[in-house]
């Protein structure tokens, strides 16, 4: 047995130029790359199904194995072929980033743990808030992405709305019923949020959304309204900058000024598109969004990170500490040398934490923001462009005119003299989805808006182009005109 885990100098070597080998070897072969394997479970599950393995393996020979199971089966993110969900595709310099933070493994929780990994999250809260205009007060956390940004703000706002009742010593218990409100649109993190809350979804007000899938504020204010009468305290606004399913941007500065008149909270949830504020010419889209109370961003959207990363802001520092701060002798910092230490610990629910801001410090540095907002703007661009595509063609309907990356649509037979009835139409889109991940050259899935299913396209990729698009739409011909009973 050695007597440590660490490989010599030389042994060490041969293990990182082998991963530098399959890494350069997956960015080679990008362009080619498939959106999806299809495996069955069963079969996956036999690569991995061994006992406990209780000798050392050579290390090289172990990476011949993750090449060829995990690397070049994996799920295309990474190349120009995926469609589905908001799959970014990640970036070389936060991976980078990723293999240093995990050497130094530090552990981003107090500042004496890691102090510049604390300054440099600091940092990259600033900037974040500076991106999107927030308050420059602003205090902010990583966190592991939407969801959680989500359920951070909705905390920091029970608790801070509902200071005077002592709610994480008191619990609840024996409080009115007090309700959320949203469109119809938003994610469900917000449920999950509100159900772990001890909120309850019963106290979710879904707010119908207009034709264009933004939030009717007259129908929030009537409810708003109802609940009072009712006995409810209403209490908190979600706000969406950028639904998940169609990309639409909220009334922000309405939501606002309801949230004000009726002293309400205002969380903003950004995870799909609060960054693209950042870009001059959508900003107007955003107006509001430097009202929020809270706002809750996903790095590995917008920002091209590799999983996980998101980030909630809020107006300053105090609210988190607020929340999350909880007295233990263990983590006593009265003699600490410096009082000026910020402990993350104090300012979000985890203790130990990885440096996640890191990698966007890095990426930021090394590309510029100027290059990464080159990189949303060609995302924009490229669906503007598949809309055109998709309205130019008989083949294809167009449901959706996001002013972001999503475009909903369906496909409607290889012969448009012989139009399909609606029922035909939907049943051989919702069969597209199966048989395109049997396919597997693309990666899409579906939605449904108010009712009717759709194939939604995503497109949040730099790796992408008008080839890809086209690729896109003929891959699409191809496997759905098979579907057709000649
Ligand atoms: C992606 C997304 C979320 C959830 O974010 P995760 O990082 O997947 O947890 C929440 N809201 C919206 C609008 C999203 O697009």
Redesign the pocket.
């Known amino acids: 047995m050695k007597s440590t885990l660490d490989y010599s100098s030389e042994e060490l070597q041969q293990v990182l130029q082998k991963t530098t080998d399959i890494v350069l070897d997956q960015y080679a072969r990008l362009t080619e790359q498939k959106g999806f394997h299809a495996f069955e479970p069963k079969e996956v599950a036999s690569w991995f199904h061994e006992a406990l393995p209780q000798e050392s393996s050579d290390p090289i020979a172990l990476l011949d194995l993750v090449k060829e199971k995990v690397l070049d089966t994996a799920t295309g993110n990474l190349g120009p072929n995926m469609y589905a969900?908001?799959m970014a595709g990640g970036n070389q310099i936060s991976t980078i980033a990723d293999f240093l933070t995990s050497t130094i493994n530090q552990n981003a929780t107090k500042w004496h743990l890691g102090h510049a990994m604390t300054e440099i999250e600091k940092r990259v809260v600033a900037w974040t808030a500076e991106m999107i205009g927030f308050t420059p007060e602003a205090g902010g956390v990583m966190v592991?992405?939407?969801?959680?940004?989500?359920l951070t703000g909705l905390t920091v706002a029970r608790n801070v709305f509902f200071r005077e009742h002592k709610l994480n010593q008191a619990g609840l218990f024996g409080m009115k019923p007090f309700t959320v409100y949203c469109s119809s649109e938003t994610?469900n993190?917000t449920d999950k949020s509100v159900a772990l809350l001890g909120i309850g979804t019963d106290q979710l007000r879904r707010i119908p959304a207009d034709a264009d899938f933004k939030m009717d504020l007259h129908a929030l204010e009537e409810q708003i309204k109802i609940d009072i009468t009712a006995g409810y305290t209403p209490f908190c606004i979600v706000g969406?900058a950028?639904?998940?399913n169609t990309g639409a941007i909220d009334d922000l500065r309405g939501l606002a000024k309801i949230a004000e008149h009726y002293k309400m909270w205002f969380h903003v949830?950004g995870?799909?598109?609060g960054l693209i504020a950042s870009l001059d010419e959508m900003k107007h889209l955003y107006e509001g969004i430097e009202l929020a109370d809270s706002v809750?961003l996903?790095f590995?959207?917008w920002l091209y990170q590799p999983f996980?990363i998101?980030c909630t802001l809020v107006r300053n520092w105090g609210l988190l500490r607020e929340s999350y701060f909880k007295q233990a002798d263990y983590l006593d910092t009265s003699l600490e040398a410096s009082n000026q230490r910020l402990e993350f610990n104090e300012h979000y629910f985890q203790l130990s934490r990885n440096a996640k801001a890191f990698k966007v410090w890095m990426s930021l540095k090394a590309y510029g923001f100027k290059q990464i907002q080159a990189m949303m703007r060609k995302d924009l661009d490229l669906t503007r462009y598949l809309e055109k595509q998709i309205q130019a063609s008989a083949d294809f309907e167009l449901l959706t005119q996001s002013d972001l990356a999503i475009a909903c649509f369906r496909y409607l037979g290889p012969d448009p003299s012989r139009a399909l009835d609606e029922g035909a139409i939907a049943e051989l889109n919702q069969a597209l989805i199966p048989a395109l991940e049997a396919d597997g050259r693309v990666f899409i899935t579906g939605t449904r808006l108010k009712g009717k299913f759709v194939i939604r396209a995503c497109i949040i990729n730099h790796r992408k182009s008008e080839a890809s698009i086209d690729y896109l739409l003929d891959v699409i011909r191809d496997v759905g005109s098979k579907l057709i009973p000649v």
């Open positions: 969900y908001v592991s992405g939407g969801s959680a940004a989500t994610h993190s969406n950028g639904t998940v949830d995870a799909y598109g809750a996903d590995h959207k996980e998101g």
